[in-house]
C-alpha cells in the first residue's frame, strides 16, 4: 500500500483511509478531487504542502512550542510603558479561577436549557459596568472598543434618522480606521480639530460643523494621548442644543477619580474592559462595551445581547435571559439592524469578578494611585533636558513626551531603553502628523515609583550619548 495513502494524520480528523474510503461512497465519488471539480484547473496547487513533519507525541510537541515561546521577551521581564488601547494592569488571582472554570470557558453558546450559570454571571457583569457608568442598560461584550464605539455610532445615526457623525481627530488611527470602514456608506465621518496646546476639542470648530445632519458627536475622555476632556459637558449641551447625540469613549479604570460620561451629558458610552481583570495575551483580551439610559429608543437599537432578570413561573424564583432578543441578528439575520456573532462574553466573565473585588473604594484607590504616578512620572521626565510634554491638559494613565529637543528620534530612544530592560512609549510619529518625534507613554499600577526613577535615569543615560543631555 502507497505509505502516503496509508498515512494516519495525528491531528486530522477522519484521516484513517478506510473511513475516508466510506465517506467518498456516501457522497458518491470516486476520490477526494471530485469534490473540487468546480475549481479551475490553473488554480489547483498540483503538489503536497511544504509543511514540517507532524509531532507525533504530545511531550514532543509540548516541548517544541516551550522552545518557541522561550524567544518571546514579555512584559513579565521588562518594564513597560506601553499603552495606547492595550495596557499591563493586575489581574487578580481570582478572576483567572473564575474565568476558566468549565461552565464559563467552554459554554460558547449555552441557552436555558444547557446553561450553567453564564446568563447570570453576564447580568451581574452588566449591572456592575452600569454602576461604574451611571447608566442603566449595558451590553454583552463585544470584539473590542473599536466595534463599540462603531455600533454606537451606528446607534445615533438609527435613532435621529441623519447621516453624518462628527469626530474628534485626537482619536487612535486605529480605532478611527474601523470606525469609517463600519458606519461606510451608511455614515459619514467628519473630523473636528484639537487644540495644539491642550488637545482639547476646539468648540468653535465643533459649532461651524453642527449641521442639522449630524447624528452624533464622539469624543474620548481620557483620550487616547492621554489628557482628560474637561469640556464633556459643553460639547454635549452643543449636540443637544442642534439635536445630535454625545457619544462618549472611555476607560472604566479612570471612573474612580473621574465623572461617568453621564453625568456630563453623555446620551451612549463605550469603551474597553481590557484593564478589568483581563490579560493583555497576544495584542489583549479585548471587550467592548456600551451603556446607555433604560429609553426605548436606545434599548431597541443594540444589536448585541443583553441579559436580564425576570420572575418565573415558579413562584418566588427568579431568572436570567434575553431582553428584546428579536432586535439581534440570532432572531433573524436578514433583518438584523448589525450582525452580531462570536463576542467577548468570557472577559466579561473576568470583569465581573475584577469589579466585585474591587468595589467602588478599590476603584477610587487605583484611579488615584495611577493619577498621582502620571504626575510624577511627568514631572521627573519633563526635568530631562530636551524632553517636553506635548499637551497642557491633566493626564490620566497616559502623556505625549515630545523628544524633537533631544536629537534622538522615538525609534533610536526606544532601542536604548530596550537594553536597559525597559519598552518605552508608543511611537506617534506615524500616527499624527504634528507629533513627529512624540511618544505615548503609560503609567498602571504594575508601574512602581523606583520603575519611573529608572527610566528616567536610563533615559538620561540615552540622550547623553546622543548629545540631547546639557
Known amino acids: 500500500m502507497d505509505p502516503k495513502k496509508s498515512f494516519v494524520h495525528p491531528y486530522i480528523p477522519n484521516s484513517v483511509p478506510e473511513v475516508k474510503e466510506m465517506m467518498l461512497r456516501e457522497v458518491g465519488v470516486k476520490d477526494a478531487d471530485e469534490l473540487y471539480e468546480d475549481i479551475p484547473e490553473e488554480l489547483r496547487m498540483k503538489r503536497e504542502l511544504r509543511l514540517p513533519r507532524p509531532l507525533l507525541s504530545e511531550l514532543e510537541l509540548k516541548r517544541h512550542v516551550e522552545r518557541i515561546l522561550a524567544k518571546n521577551t514579555s512584559c513579565e521581564e521588562l518594564v513597560s510603558f506601553l499603552g495606547g488601547g492595550c495596557a499591563q494592569h493586575y489581574v487578580p488571582a481570582l478572576c483567572d479561577e473564575i474565568s476558566h472554570?468549565?461552565?464559563?470557558?467552554?459554554?460558547y453558546a449555552g441557552e436555558p436549557y444547557e446553561d450553567a450559570g453564564r446568563f447570570q454571571a453576564l447580568f451581574e457583569y452588566e449591572s456592575l459596568m452600569a454602576e461604574i457608568l451611571d447608566f442603566d442598560v449595558?451590553?454583552?461584550?463585544?470584539?473590542?472598543?473599536?466595534?463599540?464605539?462603531?455600533?454606537?455610532?451606528?446607534?445615533?445615526?438609527?435613532?435621529?434618522?441623519?447621516?453624518k457623525v462628527l469626530v474628534a481627530d485626537t482619536l487612535s488611527p486605529d480605532r478611527l480606521a474601523v470606525i469609517r470602514n463600519y458606519c461606510q456608506p451608511v455614515l459619514e465621518i467628519e473630523l473636528v480639530g484639537h487644540d495644539p496646546k491642550t488637545g482639547l476639542l476646539r468648540l468653535d470648530d465643533l459649532r461651524s460643523r453642527l449641521t442639522p445632519d449630524v447624528a452624533a458627536v464622539y469624543f474620548e475622555n481620557p483620550s487616547y494621548l492621554g489628557f482628560i476632556?474637561?469640556?464633556?459637558?459643553?460639547?454635549?449641551?452643543?449636540?443637544?442644543?442642534?439635536?445630535?447625540?454625545?457619544?462618549?469613549?472611555?476607560?472604566?479604570?479612570?471612573?474612580?477619580?473621574?465623572?461617568?460620561?453621564?453625568?456630563?451629558?453623555?446620551?451612549?458610552?463605550?469603551?474597553?474592559i481590557q484593564g478589568l481583570g483581563n490579560h493583555m495575551y497576544f495584542g489583549g483580551a479585548l471587550g467592548g462595551f456600551i451603556a446607555t439610559r433604560d429609553e426605548e429608543k436606545f434599548v431597541m437599537e443594540y444589536p448585541s445581547r443583553l441579559f436580564g432578570i425576570a420572575?418565573?413561573?415558579?413562584?418566588?424564583?427568579?431568572?436570567?435571559?434575553?431582553?428584546?432578543?428579536?432586535?439581534?441578528?440570532?432572531?433573524?439575520?436578514?433583518?438584523?439592524?448589525?450582525?452580531?456573532?462570536?463576542?467577548?462574553?468570557?472577559?466579561?466573565?473576568s470583569a465581573a469578578v475584577y469589579l466585585s473585588l474591587m468595589g467602588p473604594q478599590g476603584m477610587r484607590d487605583l484611579g488615584r494611585h495611577i493619577l498621582q504616578k502620571s504626575r510624577y512620572a511627568v514631572k521627573r521626565l519633563t526635568e530631562i533636558a530636551g524632553v517636553g510634554l506635548r499637551f497642557e491638559s491633566s493626564p490620566f494613565k497616559e502623556f505625549v513626551l515630545d523628544f524633537s529637543k533631544t536629537g534622538k528620534s522615538v525609534a533610536e530612544i526606544n532601542r536604548s531603553l530596550l537594553a536597559h530592560g525597559i519598552f518605552g512609549g508608543k511611537d506617534l510619529t506615524g500616527e499624527f502628523a504634528e507629533l513627529r518625534n512624540c511618544a505615548l507613554y503609560c503609567l498602571t499600577e504594575m508601574v512602581t515609583q523606583a520603575?519611573?526613577?529608572?527610566?528616567?535615569?536610563?533615559?538620561k543615560e540615552c540622550l547623553k550619548a546622543g548629545g540631547g543631555e546639557r
Open 138 to 163: 449595558v451590553n454583552v461584550p463585544t470584539y473590542d472598543w473599536g466595534q463599540a464605539a462603531s455600533t454606537s455610532i451606528r446607534m445615533a445615526g438609527r435613532i435621529t434618522k441623519r447621516p
Open 101 to 107: 472554570r468549565a461552565e464559563f470557558l467552554t459554554a
Open 229 to 272: 476632556e474637561t469640556q464633556g459637558q459643553d460639547i454635549a449641551d452643543l449636540a443637544h442644543a442642534k439635536g445630535s447625540l454625545s457619544v462618549v469613549g472611555v476607560d472604566p479604570i479612570s471612573l474612580g477619580v473621574l465623572k461617568p460620561p453621564s453625568q456630563y451629558g453623555a446620551d451612549i458610552a463605550c469603551g474597553d
Open 451 to 459: 520603575d519611573i526613577d529608572r527610566l528616567v535615569a536610563a533615559l
Open 311 to 349: 420572575r418565573t413561573a415558579a413562584e418566588g424564583e427568579w431568572g436570567f435571559g434575553d431582553v428584546a432578543y428579536s432586535r439581534t441578528s440570532f432572531d433573524g439575520r436578514e433583518k438584523g439592524k448589525e450582525f452580531v456573532g462570536t463576542a467577548a462574553a468570557l472577559y466579561g466573565i
